[in-house]
């Protein structure tokens, strides 16, 4: 799901400050100016687009997004000029993303805007008229289309502004438009189709939703008459507070059966993105707070061509299998039971768990696990029993000095017990990559450059992260390529080398990313940041 909240609020901001096929092709016909006819409409109380985003967003989905800018179009334009932006376009992502049913979906109702209104707004005008703050709520229900409330601010020395606020509260009743009073405001009607669009305009701000209920909660914040909106989310006002230039504010809910939380304990995550610098500013609630938070080892084992990394400090057991068996009503130790954990190996580890994806082979992953080690002894005791409830026909086989492997028949998992952690991977190249690395006889991810400075050995951090956007472009590649040769009733090699590959190949130019959360109760918050190109 979250790619397509992801993806709706992308089309969307696509839409406001950067695509020039809405509205109709002809400026407002001769007569008063825009911003004199603008000024019959009464003036919103609040007009600050963050503040008037329901909350009921989050609450009506367990997918939903919130996404607000001190200026839309400033901010698309800014992002088209990164490293990640340039790379999307070279790629072709860019141009993919217009070709979509959301696309589509997201240009219908700005067409529609325009055909029915008095004053329509000339298409090629569209991207100015979203210079300024925005903002953008998104409620993704599975199978269905999002739901969506846009909220512009509209500023009186800004013609085009003026022209897309008089756009909308000129609509024609007729046709499948017609007026409502809500909280004594009128809010317009449109249905064409399938799709019904909301729209409420006053002076200061303008306000389109495809849910009616969202669009009048937006328009009784907007009057002052009560409500409460995303910025009553303490975390997610901070970032609003800090809006300016091209920088971002975004807040996410996290589905309770979803990896986040099952993993984490995240129930929202917060986000500021400064497009200017690539930082990526990062914050979130937890549902419990952690008891404890493990000192960072990982960094060590894991090589460092690894694609992709992540370290939890707060892997506590019981807690982690609490949350896992919650979706099917079962509590830790009847998870405990189904996944056959001896319970003296449980109580032999810290709170530190790390995960690697180590490359891709054709269309299979090389996957990575560590669980930290407190008592060596404790867990040597019961490393036989693991491999034994977990393999069919565990094969003990001497991996480096002291260390020894588990294996299935097929090779699916192997499991090894090294100094510091008890280690699992899809294959035992794998394994002896991590075992050999955590001996020093290969590189490791913490003689990765700059990454010492976001993720150093022995912090206490909630959660580290590290991504080789070079290494992940070409595991990306690999694996479309192995499909379309195994599997191409749906698509071939050459489907992927016109698509997919265009856009791997662009990314490889990207630098790797890293950084870290830090947890003060059940509050967390980080940044991540582009690194140093590895030579």
């Known amino acids: 799901m979250r790619s397509r909240s992801l993806a709706a609020v992308a089309l969307i901001f696509a839409v406001l400050s950067g695509c020039t096929c809405g509205g109709g092709d002809k400026e407002a016909k001769k007569g008063p100016q825009p911003s004199e006819l603008l000024k019959a409409l009464p003036k919103a109380a609040v007009s600050r687009p963050s503040a008037l985003v329901p909350k009921a967003v989050l609450e009506g989905s367990p997918r939903a997004m919130v996404v607000a800018a001190a200026d839309a179009r400033g901010a698309w334009d800014a992002f088209l000029k990164t490293a990640p932006g340039k790379a999307l376009v070279e790629g072709g992502a860019i141009e993919h993303v217009g070709l979509s049913a959301q696309m589509e979906r997201a240009l219908s109702l700005s067409h529609d805007l325009a055909t029915a209104s008095e004053h329509p707004l000339a298409a090629d005008r569209l991207a100015e008229a979203f210079s300024g703050p925005a903002a953008v709520g998104v409620m993704d229900d599975e199978g269905d289309d999002a739901d969506f409330v846009v909220v512009k601010e509209v500023d009186g020395s800004q013609e085009f502004v003026v022209r897309l606020a008089l756009m909308a509260s000129t609509l024609k009743q007729g046709y499948g438009v017609s007026n409502e009073q809500y909280e004594g405001h009128p809010v317009k009607k449109m249905v064409r189709g399938k799709r019904t669009l909301w729209v409420a305009a006053f002076q200061n701000v303008l306000i389109a939703s495809t849910n009616e209920q969202l669009a009048k909660a937006a328009v009784s914040l907007a009057l002052g008459k009560g409500g409460e909106s995303v910025e009553s989310i303490e975390g997610y006002k901070k970032e609003v507070d800090k809006l300016q230039g091209h920088r971002l504010a975004a807040l996410v809910s996290l589905e309770e059966d979803g990896p986040a939380a099952l993993l984490l304990g995240l129930s929202q995550l917060t986000l500021g993105l400064d497009l200017d610098s690539g930082q990526l500013q990062l914050g979130g ?251």
């Open 285 to 535: 609630e937890l549902s419990d707070s952690p008891d404890t938070v493990a000192a960072f080892r990982a960094l060590a084992y894991v090589p460092k061509d690894a694609v992709f990394f992540s370290s939890l400090g707060a892997a506590n057991a019981s807690a982690f299998l609490e949350r896992l068996g919650s979706p099917e009503g079962k509590n830790a130790k009847e998870m405990r039971k189904g996944l056959v954990l001896p319970s003296e190996l449980e109580d032999s580890l810290t709170d530190e768990a790390f995960y690697g994806l180590l490359g891709v082979e054709d269309t299979r992953f090389n996957h990575l696990l560590g669980l930290g080690v407190k008592d060596a002894a404790a867990a040597n005791k019961a490393f036989s029993a693991l491999a034994k409830n977990w393999l069919d026909t565990p094969e003990k086989q001497d991996i480096a000095p002291g260390v020894s492997a588990f294996c299935n028949s097929t090779e699916g998992l192997c499991l090894a017990l090294a100094k510091d952690y008890l280690l699992a991977a899809t294959d035992l190249e794998s394994l002896t990559a991590a075992v050999e690395t955590g001996l020093g006889k290969r590189p490791a991810l913490s003689d990765v450059k700059g990454f010492q400075q976001v993720g150093k050995s022995g912090d206490a951090r909630f959660l580290t992260a590290y991504v080789d956007t070079a290494g992940a472009a070409d595991a990306m590649l690999t694996f479309f390529r192995a499909v379309g040769r195994t599997q191409s009733q749906s698509f071939d090699t050459g489907d992927v080398d016109a698509s997919v590959a265009p856009l791997c190949e662009a990314m490889k130019k990207l630098p790797p990313y890293g950084g870290g959360l830090t947890a003060d109760g059940t509050a967390v918050a980080g940044q991540f940041q582009p690194l140093p190109v590895q030579q």
